[in-house]
């Protein structure tokens, strides 16, 4: 599987932005699930949301939630990451990830990951 995360850039401190991640390659199993995870500089890679292919079940990391919404689209093979009221401390590049099972999503191990995509919010 491939994962190509694309939709970052630079954007204003309170607007949105979003990310997307296709799959490519092996057929994404209704048993995946995908997740999206950040890293900034000097700093440790961060969990920030992850869905299960089949339900939706949706995951979020504390400091998004109510902010950050993940979703996917089954037809397209492609999961999205709409960030809204976007901070400065946002800033990052973010990653898609999946997992080829929801146990595994579940307990943060994923098979594939993408290349990464920068997102800047400016103050």
């Known amino acids: 599987v491939q994962l190509q995360a694309s939709g970052g850039g630079l954007v204003q401190a309170g607007g949105s932005l979003r990310l997307s991640c296709a799959a490519s390659?092996?057929?994404?199993?209704?048993?995946?699930?995908m997740g999206w995870f950040r890293q900034a500089p000097e700093k440790e890679r961060e969990f920030v949301a992850a869905?299960?292919?089949?339900?939706?079940?949706?995951y979020y990391g504390d400091s998004m939630k109510g902010r950050f919404t993940i979703s996917r689209d089954n037809a397209k093979n492609t999961g999205y990451l709409q960030m809204n009221s976007l901070k400065p401390e946002d800033k990052a590049v973010y990653y898609c990830?999946?997992?080829?099972?929801?146990?595994?999503?579940?307990?943060?191990?994923?098979?594939?990951w993408g290349q990464g995509t920068q997102v800047t919010v400016s103050s």
């Open positions: 990830a999946a997992a080829t099972t929801s146990s595994k999503l579940i307990r943060g191990l994923y098979d594939y």
């Open positions: 390659g092996r057929a994404f199993s209704s048993s995946y699930g």
């Open positions: 869905i299960t292919w089949s339900y939706g079940s949706t």
